[in-house]
């Protein structure tokens, strides 16, 4: 993980963490695991995963869906 997060900012390292925590509370787990942060990390770089797909014009998703489908 500290190669991983070498360059990030006391606040960023604390986010991380959170996250972590939120995924771990999340499946009712007492401790946080590497499992958490590394899921959580993927979160703090790149954002949430966003459910509702609605604000996503329509051309990206039959990117989107022609991109699934060449790597299947």
């Known amino acids: ?3 991983t997060t070498v360059y990030f900012s006391g606040a960023k390292l ?3 963490v959170n996250e972590a925590a939120i995924i771990a509370a999340k499946e009712n787990s ?4 590497m499992e958490h942060l590394d899921r959580a990390l993927s ?13 996503i014009p329509e051309i ?5 869906r022609t991109t699934k489908l060449d790597t299947l």
């Open 1 to 3: 993980m500290a190669k």
């Open 14 to 16: 604390e986010n991380l």
């Open 30 to 33: 007492p401790n946080i695991t």
């Open 43 to 55: 979160i703090v770089i790149a954002g949430a995963e966003k459910k509702n797909k609605d604000a």
């Open 60 to 64: 990206d998703k039959k990117l989107q």
